[in-house]
């Protein structure tokens, strides 16, 4: 069975400072990784994946992820916070079922981004 | 803009109600999925339709049913509800077509709509 866990439920930082969101996961099958963002009363959108390509993924709006085998991490960053960062992020797991693509999500990250 | 839509934008019933949800993806996508975000729950996997015929499914309750018709859009039936059915309803589309098939894989991105908001009361 897959499982992720987010770290942090609630991560602040001030505008211009790093961003840093801790995403760990468990796999049966070689995975697929994901980081979504959820602003406020929209849907989900996708920030990046990683599909066992690269292990350092770049992704939308200056973020990027480092998938670590070895420590089963795949954690978000983004050198300076900007303020439209306010939102809720996803890490998501994907494994190959039988006969399906079922997402496993984390519980969710809030960030608020100070002035 | 993702390009999956959903309707309604917000759902307010009864409890021992019945209601519907429906959902389109993104042009030449063939896998739809349904997900449930609630405050305690966090966000589900409930099923996914390929093509027509449910291929995954997760935490879905024998009261919830879907389907995926031959236009590929989908609907989320949900009877008897109950208070803790008071949701946030996601659908997603993923799976271009492709001259092999488009098998879903687990690389595969999903697309997500804005969601329906259903409030049981």
């Known amino acids: 069975a897959q499982s992720v866990t987010q770290l942090d439920s609630h991560v602040s930082v001030s505008e211009g400072t790093p961003v840093l969101l801790r995403c760990n996961y468990s796999s049966s099958y070689s995975p697929s990784l994901f980081w979504y963002v959820q602003h406020p009363n929209k849907g989900l959108q996708l920030l990046l994946k990683y599909t066992s390509a690269a292990t350092l993924v770049k992704g939308i709006n200056g973020f990027e992820a480092e998938f670590k085998k070895s420590e089963t991490s795949f954690h978000l960053t983004k050198p300076s916070a900007h303020m439209s960062d306010a939102a809720e992020y996803f890490c998501?797991?994907?494994?190959?079922?039988?006969?399906?693509?079922?997402?496993?999500f984390g519980g969710g990250t809030r960030v608020l981004v100070k002035p | 803009d993702s390009g999956v839509t959903q309707t309604p934008k917000h759902l307010i019933t009864a409890t021992g109600q019945r209601v519907t949800l429906r959902c389109s993806p993104r042009?030449?996508?063939?896998?739809v999925y349904w997900y449930q975000q609630s405050l305690d729950q966090g966000l589900q996997f409930l099923i996914q339709y390929y093509n027509g015929e449910e291929r995954a499914k997760g935490n879905i309750l024998e009261r919830f049913s879907a389907q995926q018709f031959p236009d590929l859009h989908s609907e989320l039936n949900l009877s008897s509800l109950e208070l803790g059915d008071s949701a946030l309803y996601f659908c997603?589309?993923?799976?271009?077509?492709?001259?092999?098939?488009?098998?879903?894989?687990?690389?595969?991105?999903?697309?997500f709509g804005p969601g329906t908001r259903l409030t049981v009361l």
């Open positions: 997603a589309s993923s799976g271009e077509r492709t001259s092999g098939g488009g098998w879903p894989t687990s690389t595969d991105t999903q697309y």
């Open positions: 042009s030449g996508d063939l896998s």
């Open positions: 998501v797991v994907s494994d190959r079922q039988a006969a399906g693509n079922k997402l496993t």
